[in-house]
């Protein structure tokens, strides 16, 4: 995993293996399974950070999620992952 630094290539590798968890208009949080760190992203600004953002209202659980199976691998993917929601069960 890449070092935890304010980096753009950083918080994009991190994107690339987080699980969307919640949304709340422009901003997912998500969880990155292999530090099990979870971090906020903008859809619209493309901004990623640490910290939750000042927002007010609840956040909305991610939904849509699919099921896709790996048969090759034998695992099975749920969901969305960045936006494709990926879980290995």
Same mark, same amino acid.
């Given at each position: 995993? *890449?070092?935890?630094? %304010?980096?753009? =290539?950083?918080?994009?590798? +991190?994107? $690339?293996? *987080?699980?969307?968890? @919640?949304?709340?208009?422009?901003?997912?949080? #998500? #969880?990155?399974? $292999? /530090?099990? $760190?979870?971090?906020?992203?903008? =859809? /619209?600004?493309?901004? %990623?950070?640490?910290? &939750? &953002?000042?927002?007010?209202?609840?956040?909305? &659980? *991610?939904?849509?999620?699919?099921?896709?199976?790996? /048969?090759?691998?034998? $695992?099975? =993917?749920?969901? =969305? @992952?960045?936006?494709? #929601?990926? +879980?290995?069960?």
């Amino acid at each position: 995993m *890449a070092e935890l630094n %304010s980096s753009g =290539k950083m918080w994009e590798q +991190l994107r $690339q293996n *987080a699980v969307v968890e @919640y949304m709340h208009g422009d901003w997912e949080c #998500l #969880l990155e399974h $292999q /530090s099990n $760190q979870r971090f906020y992203y903008n =859809k /619209s600004t493309n901004a %990623s950070q640490w910290e &939750p &953002p000042q927002v007010t209202g609840d956040w909305i &659980p *991610a939904e849509r999620h699919h099921l896709n199976i790996d /048969s090759h691998e034998g $695992q099975v =993917k749920v969901g =969305k @992952y960045h936006n494709k #929601l990926l +879980l290995l069960l």
